[in-house]
């Protein structure tokens, strides 16, 4: 699948409350994307995090690194954790918010894959980004082959029950 959408939700420049702006991607179909620096996920409620953030829409979560358990609890979620390539940042990518990305997942997913992230900006201009993919263990990619745990969990007792 590819992820391809417009960050800034609310392209005419109104500023919405998160919740808001990601009812109006949900109400376009459009997956969403976060950008973000160092660390991130890092708090005292990190599985609420990545509950929030995947019922929010986000299928993506691009950063300079993660928590290390709020990464796996997004991966459990179904969330993508991408990590920019070292050095790379949004800052020193000019990434603003008026970007689109494509982001082609193999359906043969490895862990800690080097992918190739699409940005396109507004003016139509794109660059190729180097990106690793935080999927870091084999159990890990069949989570999100399924789109989380608990679809996992329950395609695995549908299966012991047939």
């Known amino acids: ?14 500023v919405l409350p998160i919740y808001d702006a990601a009812m109006k991607y949900a109400a376009e179909g459009a997956p969403l994307v976060i950008v973000a620096g160092q660390e991130y996920g890092t708090g005292s409620s990190r599985d609420w995090a990545a509950k929030g953030t995947c019922l ?10 993660f928590e290390r358990i709020h990464r796996s609890n997004l991966v459990g979620m179904g969330v993508l954790p991408l990590q920019f390539a070292p050095g790379d940042s949004a800052d020193s990518l000019g990434i603003n918010g008026d970007e689109a990305f494509d982001i082609a997942v193999p359906t043969d997913i ?14 139509g ?23 989380g ?11 012991k029950s047939a």
């Open 56 to 65: 929010l829409g986000v299928r993506a979560v691009l950063a300079q690194s």
């Open 110 to 123: 490895k862990p800690q894959q080097p992918l190739t992230l699409v940005m396109t900006r507004k003016d």
């Open 125 to 147: 201009t794109q660059r190729e980004i180097p990106v690793l993919c935080r999927i870091d263990t084999p159990i890990e990619v069949d989570y999100y082959r399924h789109g």
């Open 149 to 159: 745990i608990l679809p996992f969990v329950l395609r695995e007792l549908i299966q």
């Open 1 to 14: 699948w590819h992820i391809n959408k417009f960050l800034n939700p609310i392209r005419d420049g109104a």
